[in-house]
């Protein structure tokens, strides 16, 4: 008897959290539309000032759907596959009040060598959390996982190959 109800409580606590984490999803959906890209440094070194160290960028092209909305903080990104690293050294808040809810924010990332070399990442998920801070209501925090999309050009690049 004991065995079940320890299994029961087991069981509700799971359901509670996934069903947390699908509210935390839908939330940030509401919020936020945003799309992950990323781009690997040129030369080895650039980013780090390690030469033996190969990196790049993930670059979140964000935009507010909810006009109350003041900014976003991001406090952890992971990305699902093994052979990337972000090491967030400081918080990543992305401003929504100047820019009309646009707006860029970009995070390094290394690449481990002994966990295979990427040459892509397109289709890749991206686990992202925080916390997005509105203007009159409480800040709620978020968890969602996005997956990357193509390599990054800057608007100025996409506008002149058009």
């Known amino acids: 008897m004991v065995l079940i109800i320890a299994v029961s409580v087991i069981v509700l606590f799971i359901i ?22 990323y781009l690997f440094q040129d030369r080895p070194g650039q980013y780090s000032g390690d030469y033996r160290t190969k990196s ?11 006009n ?42 290394k690449l481990q060598r002994r966990k295979g070399e990427i040459t892509a ?20 925090t978020f968890s969602t996982v996005l997956k990357i999309g193509e390599l990054y050009q800057s608007n100025e690049q996409s506008n002149q190959t058009t």
């Not at 790049?56 to 507010?64: D, I």
């Open 56 to 66: 790049g960028v993930f670059v979140f092209r964000t935009k507010s759907r909810d």
């Open 121 to 140: 990442l397109e289709g890749k998920g991206i686990r992202i959390a925080g916390v997005l801070n509105y203007a009159n209501r409480k800040p709620k």
């Open 16 to 37: 509670y959290f996934i069903l947390q984490s699908k509210q935390r999803e839908k939330l940030f959906n509401e919020a936020v539309s945003m799309q992950v890209n």
């Open 68 to 109: 109350e909305l003041k900014n976003m903080v991001i406090k952890l990104v992971k990305p699902d596959h093994p052979a990337l690293v972000v090491n967030l050294e400081q918080i990543v808040v992305v401003p929504f009040e100047s820019k009309k809810g646009d707006s860029d924010v970009s995070v390094r990332f």
